[in-house]
């Protein structure tokens, strides 16, 4: 992978003790099915680590990311006997979300005792995506290239020979060339061709027609498949002629099977694109029938994971077919990716999190949930944001200033606060946690939403306010706690001081007694006096 045997030419090291690389992350770069995750597993084991592997895009949340990425890095096995340091590999990080990567270019930034001591190989198959700029400005970037030839059919001979699969020297190198030297592919095409001749020798023919039938049909994306439902073009024959029916099922049904490990996406697919597919050219009732066969497909799959009887998944496929038979159009449709139900559950994961914040920092915490949703945040945002003028707190009326003093009140009492956002170059002040999200969209009356809608220099303001709440709130705590204190301390020291005020009485009567009629005796008392000073509390100099 690289083409230098001294360490010093490509990696920088640090001047600790033990010497360790600058870059605590390698990302390695290349296309599919070149082995990166098997290689980094390969060389962590080697040196020592204990592999631990998490695929970044399967983790949308970003709260998520962080738990994995502190558990991996910080954490330290002591339930079993592998006392081995831990070695963190993420795959597929370019799917991940920007905050995903800024959280962990900011842990890799680290210092003194909190720094990372701990190596993390990353992989993405795009290096130059937007959203790993930042990550490869820190990282070790090693771009893996595609496997040699000569070294992939020689690979491809020693599993065929320890699998006891007879093939011809000729059909290796064809497997290797219709896989664009894909060490995945190839290794999954061997084995289907394997299985499909049984005991026979793999010959060149047998590979060839392989070959023919995934040039055909095979190595289609998401979008293909999708047009191989809604588009009679795609079953054109060698004479231009459409096929019959049941090969069109057929090769519909083939397909299918090819994507059932992501059955789901290409459903969600279908559900986005099936009221493009030409459904002016349809009658109302094909439309019509088709919804139906997603209402009976949910039916079917809410049934199969109920009851966890996966063979009636083999009936799915029919509902693909009816589909096919019910919209497919001679035009080219316009096919977009789902998006909605990711986002959907994206937004709903988000409106969860804000829910519990607002309830965790409530002074009354036993609102039930629903009646926080419908009836309370609704009320409480447009209470919050009553109609103050933009201008210095100086200037306002009493009125204006008895109604400050109230939404300071009420946010306070939910632990709500305006925090400062920067987006598009434009900072503003939104609701912390976002309660607006929740109660407010874009369905609604845009001028309902603009007459309760405040000023960022409003909202700074009242944020200001709320932050000096809290600071007076804590100085009277703490005067609180330490009048607690000094009354303790007074009554546990009464008897002592009881005893002290008898003596010094008597010693008084003495001295007048021998003292009297000598006139005016002056005696200097040391101490201070208030006669000029006086206490000032500081939440007095808090405005």
């Keep these: 992978m690289l083409n230098t045997t001294d360490e010093s030419e490509f990696i920088s090291v640090d001047n600790g003790k033990p010497r360790r690389p600058l870059q605590k992350v390698v990302l390695i770069a290349g296309a599919a099915g070149l082995g990166k995750t098997t290689l980094a597993g390969v060389v962590a084991r080697h040196c020592g680590y204990r592999v631990v592997e998490m695929n970044a895009s399967d983790d949308r949340n970003v709260l998520a990311f962080e738990r994995k990425i502190e558990g991996a890095i910080r954490a330290v096995r002591t339930l079993d006997a592998d006392s081995r340091p831990n070695c963190l590999v993420v795959d597929e990080i370019d799917g991940a979300p920007v905050e995903s990567i800024r959280y962990l270019c900011k842990t890799l930034a680290l210092t003194g005792r909190k720094a990372i001591r701990r190596p993390i190989i990353c992989?993405?198959?795009?290096?130059?995506v937007q959203t790993l700029r930042e990550l490869r400005s820190v990282a070790l970037v090693l771009q893996m290239p595609h496997t040699e030839q000569y070294r992939l059919e020689r690979r491809l001979q020693q599993i065929a020979d320890s699998e006891h699969v007879r093939i011809e020297a000729g059909a290796i190198a064809e497997i290797v060339s219709i896989c664009a030297l894909d060490m995945r592919s190839s290794i999954n095409a061997l084995q289907f061709i394997a299985i499909e001749k049984g005991c026979d020798v793999i010959g060149l023919n047998a590979v060839r027609t392989y070959g023919d039938r995934e040039t055909r049909m095979g190595e289609k994306s998401l979008f293909d498949m999708w047009a191989y439902v809604f588009e009679m073009r795609r079953h054109i024959d060698n004479r231009g002629r459409l096929l019959d029916v049941p090969l069109r099922v057929r090769r519909v049904t083939a397909l299918c099977q090819r994507f059932s490990t992501e059955f789901e996406k290409?459903?969600?697919?279908?559900?986005?694109?099936y009221l493009s597919s030409g459904?002016?050219?349809?009658?109302?009732?094909?439309?019509?029938?088709?919804?139906?066969s997603f209402c009976d497909y949910d039916i079917l799959s809410k049934l199969v994971l109920q009851s966890q009887n996966y063979e009636l998944m083999k009936y799915t496929f029919v509902f693909i077919v009816q589909l096919h038979l019910l919209l497919a159009s001679q035009e080219r449709i316009n096919l977009v990716f789902p998006t909605a139900d990711q986002t959907c559950s994206q937004q709903r994961r988000q409106s969860v999190e804000t829910l519990l914040s607002?309830?965790?920092?409530?002074?009354?915490?036993?609102?039930?949930?629903?009646?926080?949703v419908l009836d309370l945040l609704p009320m409480l945002v447009i209470i919050v944001q009553p109609p103050l003028k933009p201008m210095n707190m100086q200037l306002y009326s009493d009125r204006e200033l008895n109604m400050l003093r109230a939404v300071v009140a009420v946010m306070r009492s939910y632990s709500l606060t305006f925090a400062a956002t920067f987006h598009d170059g434009v900072t503003s002040f939104t609701f912390c946690p976002p309660v607006d999200a929740l109660v407010l969209f874009p369905l609604e009356d845009c001028e309902r939403r603009r007459a309760n809608f405040l000023s960022n220099s409003v909202r700074q303001m009242i944020a200001h306010q709320i932050e000096l709440n809290k600071l007076?709130?804590?100085?009277?705590q703490s005067e609180k706690e330490n009048g607690r204190r000094i009354e303790q301390e007074s009554v546990s020291g009464k008897g002592a001081t009881g005893n002290r005020s008898v003596t010094a009485a008597y010693e008084l009567s003495q001295y007048n007694s021998s003292n009297r009629g000598r006139g005016i005796v002056y005696?200097?008392?040391?101490?201070?006096?208030?006669?000029?000073?006086?206490?000032?509390?500081?939440?007095?100099?808090i405005f």
């Design 123 to 128: 992989i993405c198959n795009n290096l130059y």
């Design 266 to 273: 290409f459903h969600l697919g279908l559900f986005a694109n």
């Design 279 to 292: 459904s002016e050219c349809h009658r109302i009732s094909s439309i019509s029938a088709a919804a139906r």
């Design 358 to 372: 607002v309830r965790s920092g409530a002074a009354e915490k036993v609102i039930p949930e629903r009646a926080l």
């Design 472 to 476: 007076r709130s804590d100085v009277v």
């Design 523 to 541: 005696r200097y008392n040391q101490g201070f006096s208030n006669a000029i000073r006086r206490n000032i509390r500081m939440k007095n100099l």
